[in-house]
């Protein structure tokens, strides 16, 4: 698998989960693993991570299609 492949699969994932983390703190979704209710708190930090290794893995593409 190339390096640029693997940027942009990443960063879709990446993308997905951040949209699920913002749907998740706009929509109210309860998230519960067993018995453990995971708090919406998560959600605030996980949304801008997530969305940042979206970012990051979107600049590398870029930057790895001007270099070469």
């Given at each position: 698998?190339?390096?640029?492949?693997?940027?942009?699969?990443?960063?879709?994932?990446?993308?997905?989960?951040?949209?699920?983390?913002?749907?998740?703190l706009i929509y109210h979704?309860?998230?519960?693993?067993?018995?453990?209710?995971?708090?919406?708190?998560?959600?605030?930090?996980?949304?801008?991570?997530a969305i940042g290794f979206?970012?990051w893995a979107c600049w590398?593409?870029?930057?790895?299609?001007?270099?070469?």
């Amino acid at each position: 698998m190339s390096t640029k492949l693997y940027l942009i699969i990443s960063g879709a994932i990446f993308f997905l989960v951040g949209m699920l983390h913002l749907f998740r703190l706009i929509y109210h979704w309860p998230v519960i693993v067993g018995t453990t209710v995971i708090p919406h708190s998560l959600s605030y930090v996980g949304f801008p991570v997530a969305i940042g290794f979206f970012v990051w893995a979107c600049w590398l593409v870029a930057r790895r299609g001007r270099v070469r």
